[in-house]
């Protein structure tokens, strides 16, 4: 429940005329947790005119019909849109604020000063040509159920007016643009034609709309569609002599981590935790690996080399996986599984009243094996929480049989930890009764995924897959996956790792398949900074939760633990552990608002 009025921009005036002005220290918005609430409402709202795009997909729907053209003028008004908030913001006294509201007041401010750095100094808009795919939010406002369909479609027909305008100034601000990025962008660009092509038009048949105007509406998709191929073929024949490296340099990515990351630590420090972690993880597999051996390989000889002692235990424990028609069932039957062994153990307190819903994937997501979360937008709160499950139907034996190894026995049950139960899905039920919108809105990825990657240990730690050895060294391969995207992450944008390094760091003390690490290696090359949230926010849990036992003493619950984390919202673990580790403080996050 959000007790909050939000978006009522009228009240911000009685704000003015009700705060009282002392002498010198100029206009003042107030200092205490109501006229923060207000100065908040009034700044989403600001930010939305200015980026209906982001406003769509976080599920505030007043501007779905507009796209604005990424022009030098329109860019000036965003950073103008960020001084004014940052000044506005430092007017308020932060540390008079509730514990929920010192957080917002955190996020806004970093934010804004994010802002203002990627428009003066990252200037991804002149070498990311993948920044300017517009396909997502069109996607979004077709595939959503906020609003009745004809009324999205008509917004959908106004917002490609501005596309023609849109892809001529992106034309005029790429230079030299960053090679992988531009063939990233062609991919997509392409990959995305569809919705415009099919995926609007057959939305119109199931929707009350007079022919005439049904036939304007599909002009326009096809003539979208033509820009956008257009827009694909001046990138593919763009002259580019010099671009741009991929590489981001320390002093970017050091900045990109303060603002996207919000940790306390520098990259360097989490870094160098990762190649520590990875040392750990590697002693324990060996450890286990020579348990488990005579049980596998009888009095077969043990390699040597203790990286391949682990990488023939793991490649025989990877037999044991579901056949691919089984998959999808296999994955819904992990769910209800999950939910009662939560229960069992009394781990945290899971919202009945929200159930996820486990569902084949969707056709327009097709092409994505696996399994996946679908939320609604952060403001979207009635929208269901969707399990995605793709199917194998129709793979190739071998690449369907590489799959399921991967995703075996042992690990599938991991993932559904991770998406699901007590992972992203639980933390996002969580979030949603957090009590203000920003943290929502300005969610952070170190504590989400952060997050899931802690469920897998805390479950592990309690006795989930009855203590097996099996299931601890396919947890630490899986493990390793996020340890080893930090040190990938820094080591390719930071340290100029070469490609073949970080293949061998992948296959080699990963344990990947060859196919997944060079899938990882080009993630690594159109991304930066993302891959350090898995670890980042890991290793800022568990030391947090050490923290707090230290402070609790004998009156530490592991479940007061997990949901006091839990209900401040996707804020940052240093502003979490800030509130939680307070004198005094054994209240919740969701105490203020
Ligand atoms: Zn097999
Ligand atoms: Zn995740």
Request: aromatic residues 12%; glycine residues 6%.
């Amino acid at each position: 429940m959000i007790k909050k009025i939000l978006y009522t921009g009228f009240i911000i005036t009685a704000v003015f005329t009700a705060c009282k002005k002392d002498g010198n220290a100029g206009p003042q918005l107030g200092k205490d947790d109501a006229s923060f609430t207000i100065y908040e409402n009034s700044f989403l709202e600001g930010l939305w005119k200015l980026d209906p795009d982001w406003a769509t997909t976080s599920g505030f729907h007043k501007y779905d019909s507009l796209l604005v053209v990424p022009s030098d003028k329109n860019r000036d008004k965003m950073l103008d849109f960020a001084k004014k908030a940052l000044d506005s913001i430092s007017r308020f006294e932060v540390t008079t604020l509730n514990d929920a509201n010192k957080i917002d007041y955190h996020l806004m401010q970093n934010q804004m000063e994010m802002t203002e750095w990627k428009i003066q100094v990252l200037k991804s808009y002149q070498w990311n040509p993948a920044a300017y795919n517009i396909t997502g939010t069109f996607a979004y406002i077709l595939n959503g159920h906020y609003a009745p369909l004809a009324g999205r479609l008509r917004n959908f027909y106004q917002k490609m007016a501005a596309v023609a305008d849109y892809y001529k100034e992106a034309e005029k601000q790429i230079k030299n643009p960053v090679a992988e990025l531009t063939g990233l962008a062609v991919d997509q660009h392409l990959g995305g034609l569809g919705v415009f092509e099919k995926d609007f038009a057959d939305s119109l048949k199931k929707a009350n709309i007079p022919q005439a105007e049904q036939k304007q509406m599909l002009d326009r998709a096809h003539t979208t569609a033509e820009t956008i191929k257009a827009f694909t073929e001046w990138l593919k024949n763009l002259k580019n002599d010099h671009p741009h490296s991929f590489r981001l340099g320390r002093d970017l990515y050091e900045a990109k981590f303060k603002y996207e990351i919000q940790s306390e630590v520098t990259p360097q420090q989490m870094y160098n935790a990762a190649v520590e972690r990875k040392k750990t993880i590697h002693r324990e597999m060996t450890q286990i690996s020579k348990k488990l051996w005579p049980k596998y390989f009888g009095t077969k000889p043990m390699p040597a080399d203790s990286l391949d002692l682990i990488a023939q235990v793991i490649d025989t424990l990877s037999s044991k996986h579901v056949q691919p028609d089984e998959f999808q069932s296999a994955i819904a039957n992990e769910i209800p599984k999950l939910t009662a062994f939560v229960k069992s153990k009394d781990l945290l307190t899971l919202d009945a009243s929200k159930p996820l819903i486990v569902r084949k994937e969707p056709g327009y997501m097709a092409g994505v094996a696996g399994a996946s979360m679908s939320s609604p937008g952060p403001l979207d709160k009635t929208g269901n929480s969707y399990f995605n499950v793709g199917s194998l139907n129709g793979w190739a034996p071998a690449k369907a049989e590489s799959y399921l190894r991967e995703y075996n026995q042992y690990i599938l049950q991991i993932l559904c930890i991770h998406e699901a139960v007590p992972g992203h899905y639980v933390q996002l039920v969580y979030a949603n009764n957090a009590p203000s919108p920003i943290k929502s809105v300005f969610g952070n990825t170190a504590m989400i995924e952060g997050w899931a990657v802690y469920c897998e240990q805390m479950m592990l730690d309690n006795g989930f897959g009855g203590d097996a050895p099996e299931m601890r060294l396919m947890w630490y391969k899986w493990h390793l996956r996020s340890v080893c995207n930090t040190i990938l992450d820094y080591g390719v944008h930071v340290q100029n790792m070469a490609k073949q390094d970080g293949l061998t760091l992948l296959t080699r003390e990963a344990f990947q398949q060859p196919a997944e690490a060079e899938g990882k290696w080009k993630r690594v090359t159109v991304s930066s900074v993302q891959l350090d949230s898995y670890f980042t926010g890991y290793k800022e849990i568990m030391d947090l939760r050490e923290a707090y036992k230290k402070k609790m003493g004998d009156k530490y619950k592991l479940k007061d633990f997990n949901e006091k984390f839990l209900s401040y919202g996707s804020a940052p673990v240093r502003y979490i552990k800030e509130a939680m580790l307070a004198k005094g403080n054994s209240g919740s996050g969701s105490s203020g608002g």
